[in-house]
């Protein structure tokens, strides 16, 4: 299982004017008025993207280059883009919290090695923070993060969020026993690991049907989908993100323009 991967800014200007708009709001209080699932559908939908493997070798939808990852970087810094947080994200679609100007949130699936080694200090370089969705089956497997380095992107101030224990993907657990074995526990482990609570995930191969978007909104404030149709009912519980391939640059661009710019109610 350990081979699986998904089929499926903060930009250093004014890192500190976002921080205060965020911190100053407690947004487990409960006692401020959330938008309705109507309301979050309407709204502008955030570019996410989605990161897999980055190493040289042959490139497929889940592998980039290094050197391609690095100029992705640097066109989002050079065009004005910030990185914002998952927690940023929620508070913007659920109480309308205000983001900074080109907000993106930068995501990796799988525990790769290489987000800990490569990514993380190409991002920190501009000023970004991304989250890193951990299978936990594969701590400190060959390839794959240790807890250290887990726990290191925490402290860095990266998010970590839980992308299943071996990857089986929602729709097959059949029982408490699944959902206790692939969310509950590895949650519980990971939040350890972390020291911090852990509240966000992606689905592995990002499928979900409503029935699991239920499940998951019981241990987690956004799920994290594809780019996939949101179901509206639930639209915290499948946000939608975009694989980026091996392209350049302007095709980065290009392609967040065209999956979330403009994108509301019909996706
Ligand atoms: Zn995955």
Known sequence: MIGIICSGCKHSTK?????????????????????TPAQIMAKQQVPVLCYHRISDGPKSEYKISATTFSSHMK????????SISASQL?????????????????????????????AAPVMEKYGFRGIFFIMTITYNKKNYMTKDQIAGLAKAGHTIGLHSWD??????????????????????????????????????????????????????KLSFSLATKRDSLLPLQCVRRIIVPECSPQGLLKSMHKSFLGKTKSN
């Not at 066109?75 to 004005?80: E, P, Q, R, V, Y």
């Not at 080109?102 to 800990?116: G, M, N, Q, T, Y």
């Open 15 to 35: 890192p500190n004017a976002v921080n205060q708009l965020v911190s100053s709001v407690d947004s487990s209080s409960g006692t401020q008025p959330q938008n």
């Open 75 to 82: 066109i989002l810094a050079d065009s004005g883009y910030h």
């Open 90 to 118: 929620y508070d913007y679609l659920v109480y309308n919290k205000i983001l900074p100007e080109k907000p993106v949130l930068i995501s990796f699936d799988d525990s790769r090695v290489e987000h800990a080694a490569i």
């Open 167 to 220: 990857h089986t993907m929602v729709i097959k657990y059949k029982d408490a026993a699944d959902w206790q074995k692939e969310v509950a526990v590895p949650k519980e482990k990971l939040e350890k690991i972390v020291g911090q609570k852990v509240e966000y995930w992606a689905y592995p191969n990002g499928v979900y049907n409503h029935n699991s978007a239920v499940e998951l909104k019981k241990y987690f």
